[in-house]
């Protein structure tokens, strides 16, 4: 089960120098997506039953529910009768690095109940960090992790964005989300939350916190720090980047599904950046 944003995205891929104040040529692509609804989508791609909770804009639920039902995601999305779904603007440069313009539309809305009201037969808890940046989606999917918890459901997050992170303070989030098993943050993300300026260093504080940390670090591959265990240092694929939108949600999918399989986590890690070498070679978010 995935808790998190739905999108309407808008990708503009610079086909050169961007030119402030005049003309780029660009590849426009306009397609649904959002974190937690990208995760759900790739994670059916790999062939895992996922149920994804969201909000969506009136104008937008028959569009977006059935995108992710065509990917097999079984899609429970709550309706905000005033404001639209979300929207964003993903400006991708010539290195297919990502800048993003955002307006979380219906997201901000996101309430217990829009949320599963019992948790049977759910073996695994994903909340995208989106879901508990605002006030007002925060206390009910608190709620949710406690619940999860409770019901020793495992769970697992990612901080999602490290401007909104910094809003909320590194020590709100940690605290809002312990009890996770596992957590999926960039390298700006970790060391926001640990104060480590080194991505090793970041990786093996965040083992205090969470059992299970996964640092994602680009074309650097990715780092796997588990509490008492030595670091494993993952490399990338060398894929050639296109857009680096949905990177880190494919990696996640890839990642939660081998752990499905029955993989031990340094195999998952492995087929993570697997995964993510697919999203990275197309533009868009979702597989």
């Known amino acids: 089960m995935i808790v998190g944003d739905v999108m309407d995205d808008v990708v503009v891929r610079a086909l050169g120098p961007i030119e402030v104040g005049s003309d780029t040529d660009s590849e426009i692509q306009r397609s649904p997506g959002g974190s937690g609804a990208n995760q759900a989508a790739w994670l059916a791609s790999c062939g895992v039953e996922v149920r994804f909770y969201g909000r969506v804009g009136a104008l937008g639920l028959d569009a977006h529910a059935a995108a992710l039902r065509a990917v097999g995601v079984d899609a429970c999305l709550g309706v905000d009768p005033e404001l639209p779904t979300g929207s964003i603007v993903v400006l991708v440069d010539a290195g297919g690095e990502r800048s993003m313009f955002t307006d979380r539309g219906a997201n901000l809305r996101l309430s217990e109940a829009d949320l599963p009201r019992d948790l049977d037969g759910v073996a695994h808890l994903h909340v995208s960090g989106y879901t508990l940046f605002q006030p007002s989606t925060r206390r009910a999917v608190a709620e949710l992790i406690a619940e999860a918890l409770r019901r020793r459901v495992q769970v697992s997050t990612d901080p999602s964005s490290v401007s909104y992170l910094r809003e909320l303070g590194p020590e709100r989030f940690l605290a809002l989300t312990a009890g996770a098993e596992t ?105």
């Open 183 to 287: 957590i999926f943050p960039n390298a700006p993300e970790a060391s926001l939350l640990t104060g480590a300026t080194e991505a090793h260093e970041a990786a093996r504080r965040l083992t205090a916190h969470y059992p299970t940390v996964v640092v994602k670090l680009g074309k650097d591959g990715a780092l796997l720090a588990r509490r008492g265990r030595p670091l494993l240092h993952a490399h990338a694929s060398g894929t050639p980047v296109v857009d680096t939108t949905g990177a880190g949600d494919a990696f996640f999918a890839g990642y939660l599904a081998a752990r499905c399989r029955g993989n031990e986590p340094d195999k998952a890690v492995h087929a993570a950046i697997e995964t993510a070498a697919k999203a990275i070679s197309k533009m868009g978010g979702r597989p």
